[in-house]
C-alpha cells in the first residue's frame, strides 16, 4: 500500500488509528503496519510500553544507575516491538504521535475523527492537524489502578500499588523506607517484591482473600504456566528479604499526622467482616493499595460501544472473536477488554492488527490468527480463575467509617453518601454524584467511581450493572482540555480571520 502522506485532513485517512502503546496497543500498530497498512499511533507518554513496560527516559539512559529493563517481565519482547515500531516509522508507514490524548472520538460514516491535544505544555500542532482521521480505531487505552477507600486513605504516603511500582520503574525511586502492601491478586506479589529489591522493608503484605479460593478451579491457573514460574521468583524473593505475607487480612485504618506513620490490619471472614479482636497495629510510612484494575473506557462509551460487566465486575468492551466492537470500524485490544494481564494484551493486539488489516483487504495468515485466538482463550481462562480467587470483599463497606472520604478530589464522606441515597432518594450512582457531589473533581470518578457504584447498590439493595458504571463514565470530554481545543470544533465564519 501507499507510503504515509497526510492522515491529519479528512481527504487522506490513516487506514487506521491506534490508541495507546502498552502491549497491546503498540503490537497492534506494529502488525498493522507491517501487513502494509498506513497506522498513526497515539499515546500519551512520551515513550513507548504503557504503564506496563514503563521504564525510564530514553533520552537520559546515563543519569539512571540500574539497566532500563530492571523489575521488567518480558523485557526481550518489548525492545523487540519498539525496534519493530521503529521500522516502521521509517518505512513511511506508521507515523507515532506522542505525547498527545484523545480528548473526542466521533463517527462520520466510513471513518472516525480524534481529537486529539498536547498533554503538557503549549501545544505546538496547528489545529488542523489536532485532528487524526482513519478508516478503523483500535482502542488500547489500558487500564488504571482500582481503589477501595478506607479510613485515612488520604493521608501523603497512601499510593496506589501501580503508582508505587510505577516510579521504581520510570524513575527509580523508593517511594518510602517501610511499606505494607495490601489488597487483593498477584500484583501485590509483583509490587511488593519490587520494592523489597529496591531496598525498601516491606514490612507485610497482606491480601483479603484465601490462595485457597484457587483451589475452586485448578485448571485455570495451570492455563498460565508462565504466572506460575513468576510466582515462584517471588516467593523466593519474599524468602531471602523475610517479607511476611498474610491473607484473609486487610488494612481497615490508616494513621498519621501529615503523613501515613501506621496502619491498622485486621483479619476478614471470606465474605471481607472484620474479625472481632483480631487488629492489630504496624509502623509504616508507605502504603500500597492494589485492588485489581479498571479499564479505561471513555473513548468507548463516548462511541456509544456496547459494554458488560466482566467477572471481576469492570465495566468492558464487548468484542467479537476478532475484537471487533459492536461499531464495525472500532476494534479493542488489551485490559480494556477485560483484565487478563501484558501476555493476553500482546496477543490481543497481534490478532486485533491482523484482523484490521484482513478488514481493509489486505492479505493475512489464517492460522496465525488462529493460533492467536488459541492463545486469548488460555489467557481468558486464567483471568477468569484469577478474577474468582481474587474478589473485591462483598464487605469492605463495612470498614468505612462516616467521615471516611469516598471522593478525594471533592472530599464527600460516606455519610454524604449514605444520605444521598436514604434522604434525598438518590437511586443510582450518577443521581448520587448530581446530589453530594461525587466523582465531579478533576479525575471525574477515575478513582472513586467503582467504590461509589459499590456503595450505592448496597444502599439501594439493587446491583452494579453496565448502565449505572457506563453512566460515571460518559463524558463528551474524555480529558481537560483547553477552550481552543473546543473552539475549534465550531466553524469559522468565511469573514473570520485565523488567529
Request: proline share 5%; hydrophobic share 40%; glycine share 10%.
Amino acid at each position: 500500500m501507499a507510503e504515509w502522506t497526510d492522515s491529519t485532513t479528512e481527504t487522506a485517512p490513516a487506514d487506521v488509528a491506534v490508541v495507546g502503546a502498552g502491549p497491546a496497543g503498540l503490537s497492534a500498530a506494529v502488525v498493522a503496519a507491517e501487513h502494509g497498512l498506513r497506522v498513526v499511533l497515539i499515546d500519551a507518554g512520551r515513550q513507548t510500553g504503557g504503564q506496563y513496560w514503563r521504564h525510564p527516559d530514553e533520552r537520559h539512559r546515563d543519569a539512571f544507575t540500574a539497566p532500563e529493563s530492571t523489575g521488567h517481565h518480558h523485557w526481550r519482547h518489548y525492545t523487540d516491538l519498539r525496534d519493530r515500531l521503529s521500522a516502521a516509522v521509517a518505512s513511511g508507514r506508521l507515523r507515532h504521535l506522542a505525547g498527545r490524548q484523545v480528548w473526542r472520538t466521533d463517527g462520520y460514516g466510513d471513518r472516525v475523527a480524534l481529537r486529539t491535544s498536547a498533554v503538557s505544555g503549549t501545544d505546538t500542532l496547528p489545529h488542523a492537524e489536532r485532528t487524526t482521521w482513519a478508516r478503523r480505531l483500535v482502542i488500547a487505552t489500558g487500564a488504571y489502578d482500582r481503589q477501595l477507600p478506607v479510613p485515612g486513605w488520604t493521608l501523603p504516603g497512601v499510593m496506589a500499588a501501580g503508582g508505587v511500582q510505577a516510579m521504581l520503574k520510570a524513575n527509580q525511586v523508593r517511594a518510602g523506607r517501610r511499606a505494607v502492601v495490601a489488597g487483593t491478586g498477584p500484583f501485590l506479589l509483583s509490587v511488593a517484591a519490587g520494592l523489597a529489591e529496591a531496598g525498601v522493608e516491606v514490612v507485610e503484605v497482606v491480601d483479603a482473600n484465601a490462595l485457597t479460593r484457587w483451589a475452586a478451579t485448578p485448571l485455570r491457573a495451570l492455563q498460565e504456566p508462565g504466572k506460575l514460574w513468576e510466582g515462584v521468583g517471588y516467593a523466593t524473593t519474599f524468602l531471602r528479604h523475610r517479607v511476611p505475607f498474610r491473607t484473609r487480612t486487610v488494612i481497615s485504618a490508616v494513621r498519621g499526622s501529615g503523613r501515613v506513620s501506621e496502619v491498622e490490619l485486621s483479619r476478614v471472614d471470606g465474605e471481607g467482616r472484620i474479625r472481632p479482636g483480631s487488629s492489630r497495629t504496624v509502623a509504616a510510612d508507605l502504603v500500597a493499595f492494589g485492588w485489581g484494575f479498571t479499564p479505561q473506557l471513555e473513548l468507548a462509551v463516548g462511541l456509544g460501544l456496547r459494554t458488560r460487566i466482566d467477572v471481576d465486575g469492570s465495566l468492558v468492551i464487548d468484542v467479537d472473536d476478532d475484537l471487533r466492537a459492536s461499531d464495525p470500524l472500532v476494534f479493542a485490544a488489551g485490559e480494556v477488554t477485560g483484565i487478563s494481564g501484558a501476555v493476553a494484551s500482546c496477543a490481543e493486539g497481534e490478532l486485533v492488527g491482523s484482523a484490521v488489516a484482513r478488514d481493509l483487504g489486505a492479505p493475512t495468515d489464517a492460522r496465525t490468527m488462529a493460533r492467536h485466538r488459541r492463545r486469548l482463550q488460555r489467557g481468558r481462562r486464567f483471568a477468569i480463575g484469577m478474577h474468582r480467587a481474587s474478589p473485591v470483599p462483598a464487605a469492605w463497606d463495612q470498614w468505612l467509617t462516616p467521615e471516611t472520604h469516598i471522593c478525594r478530589c471533592e472530599e464527600v464522606t460516606a455519610a454524604e453518601v449514605t444520605d444521598a441515597v436514604d434522604a434525598l432518594r438518590a437511586d443510582d450512582a450518577r443521581d448520587v454524584r448530581v446530589t453530594a457531589r461525587p466523582g465531579m473533581g478533576l479525575c471525574q470518578g477515575r478513582v472513586c467511581g467503582f467504590a461509589l457504584s459499590k456503595l450505592v447498590a448496597t444502599g439501594t439493595g439493587g446491583d452494579v450493572d453496565a448502565a449505572a458504571l457506563e453512566s460515571l463514565t460518559n463524558r463528551q470530554v474524555g480529558v481537560p482540555v483547553s477552550l481552543g481545543d473546543l473552539a475549534s470544533l465550531v466553524p469559522h465564519h468565511p469573514n473570520q480571520e485565523e488567529s
